[in-house]
Each structure stands twice: as structure tokens, then as C-alpha cells.
């Protein structure tokens, strides 16, 4: 599991709100902020996610999740972690810079790991809504991120009281 010893995460969403499912890695963050904490921090990336670079070296992440909407071949709403190499072997997203050059640098600049979460959509045509299938793989998605990083810290928790022992 990609987040299992995570000790700082940043989650970037990336997406165009103007394009209907698009948008899907934007609705992820904003259902995390209000899980954020001296752990978590989120970004909203829109369109440009290479201006949260310096932002997030501050924040010093062991681990990066960037989630934006990709061609996974699969049903609306199917989402999958997805390696660096699957991305640049030609998954589609709709950003003027990819999401691996972000990622690259990010790694670059403060050696980070990095991985992508891939939300297949259903409608990319002007709308202000996601789809219904989108929209349960954006939910499903906060509730795993929010479930390991939960276990997460239980795990540390326990591990330090024994430590202390």
C-alpha cells in the first residue's frame, strides 16, 4: 500500500471544473480538507498544478498522490493507483503540463514518492457537475485514502507507546 508508512502526504487534485467529470481530482481534495491535519495537506492543482510545486517541497511530503481523471479503458468512475510508467505509456488527461513532469519535479526538488490515482470519466463535454459514477469513485477514493491514513496512525501510535515502554 502506497500511504501504509506515510509520515507527511500531500494530495494534489488536478482537473478543469468547466468539463464535467474532468474535475474529479478537484471534488477528491475538497472532500479531504476537512480531514487535513500536520499529516495531510491538499492541494487544489486545477489546471495548474506545477504552481503547488513550491508549496508542497515546503510541506517536506514523504509521499505525493496526485489524482486527476485518466483514459483507463474501463466504466465510469473505476479508479486505479497508477505507476509513473503507465502514465507516460499514454494515458490520456487533459492538462497542459502532465501530471508526471509535476510529479518529477516535486521528486526532484524534495525526493518524495509519488503515485497517481486515475479516475475514469464519464463526460468530458462543458458542465459544471460531476457524473453520478464519478462522483461514487471520488468518494471511494477519500474513503481508502482516509482509511490508511487512519491505520496509519493507529499503527504509529501503537509502535511509539511500545517504543516508550
Known amino acids: 500500500m502506497f500511504l501504509k508508512d506515510a509520515k507527511r502526504v500531500v ?13 474529479v481530482g478537484i471534488r477528491v481534495v475538497r472532500l479531504l480538507k476537512p480531514c487535513t491535519n500536520s499529516r495531510i495537506t491538499v ?13 508542497t517541497c515546503a ?11 485518466a483514459e483507463l479503458g474501463e466504466k465510469p468512475g473505476t479508479w486505479r493507483l497508477l505507476s509513473k510508467d503507465e502514465l ?27 503515485a497517481f490515482i486515475g479516475i475514469q470519466p464519464k463526460i468530458r463535454d462543458v458542465a459544471l457537475s460531476l457524473s453520478r459514477e464519478v462522483e461514487h469513485g471520488a468518494n471511494e477514493v477519500v474513503t481508502a485514502i482516509r482509511c490508511i491514513m487512519e491505520t496509519s ?13
Request: glycine fraction near 8%; charged fraction near 25%.
Open 11 to 23: 494530495v494534489i487534485g488536478m482537473g478543469n471544473e468547466l468539463r464535467a467529470d474532468d474535475a
Open 43 to 55: 492541494f487544489e492543482g486545477g489546471m495548474t498544478p506545477e504552481a503547488f510545486i513550491p508549496s
Open 59 to 69: 510541506r517536506t511530503p514523504t509521499h505525493l498522490l496526485i489524482i486527476d481523471a
Open 88 to 114: 507516460e505509456s499514454g494515458l490520456f488527461t487533459t492538462h497542459m503540463i502532465p501530471a508526471t513532469e509535476v510529479a518529477k519535479e516535486i521528486q526532484r526538488r524534495c525526493g518524495s514518492n509519488i
Open 153 to 165: 496512525t493507529e499503527h504509529s501510535v501503537k509502535q511509539n507507546s511500545k517504543k516508550k515502554k
